[in-house]
């Protein structure tokens, strides 16, 4: 693991036969692969669309408004941040144009993966790119499905605003932290915490 300076949340080191990959590059995603970041072998993996940013352009760590958020929202509802994982649909953080329908199907494979390996009792889906992209239904709407449980490649799944859209729609946090807590009362009754 190598910590990282911007939320204290350790990040995970991408794996050798993803690192190889650069299928993403092709698709038009140029920036550093990361592959998740906090406990990897937590029960309770929370997916986002992108790693976001980690630096600023003089490449001194920074903590994006998404990561704040959803460490708040975390804070808020009691779910410890040493107990859960973050990974990501796309596993570099888009810095220009790119090919989205090419590049989501491309790293799906080892969002899978990484599923598959890691074994988590519980995801979050976080936004409507991630909800989309994990039900393989464009019409998909966070705010259609949230207070629902899904299923993703077998285990149980919530949804949840985009923490993003949550800190530029302040309105929506009581929703958000509705559905954290949600997955909080489903981990409690699993016996997860």
């Not at 990040?11 to 920036?31: I, Q």
């Not at 929506?172 to 954290?180: H, P, R, T, W």
Request: charged share 20%.
């Amino acid at each position: 693991m190598i910590y990282s300076p911007c939320d204290g949340l350790p990040e995970e080191v991408v794996p050798a036969e993803a690192a190889a990959c650069h299928m993403c590059k092709e698709a038009g995603l140029h920036s550093r692969m990361i592959w998740g970041e906090g406990n990897s072998e937590a029960a309770v993996y929370f997916i986002l669309d992108n790693p976001g940013a980690r630096e600023s352009r003089e490449g001194d760590p920074v903590v994006c408004g998404t990561r704040q958020t959803l460490l708040q929202g975390l804070a808020d509802t009691g779910i410890p941040a040493d107990q859960v994982y973050v990974t990501y649909l796309l596993k570099r953080r888009p810095l220009r144009a790119y090919d989205k329908p090419a590049a989501r199907k491309l790293c799906m494979q080892h969002l899978h993966a990484q599923v598959q390996a890691g074994q988590p009792k519980l995801l979050c889906a976080l936004g409507n790119v991630v909800l989309q992209s994990l039900l393989a239904n464009e019409e998909a709407e966070v705010k259609q499905l949230r207070g629902q449980w899904l299923e993703f490649s077998g285990i149980p799944m919530n949804t949840a605003y985009h923490p993003l859209a949550v800190r530029r729609r302040p309105v929506l946090y009581n929703k958000f932290i509705e559905d954290l807590r949600l997955l909080a009362e489903q981990a409690r009754n699993r016996g997860i915490w």
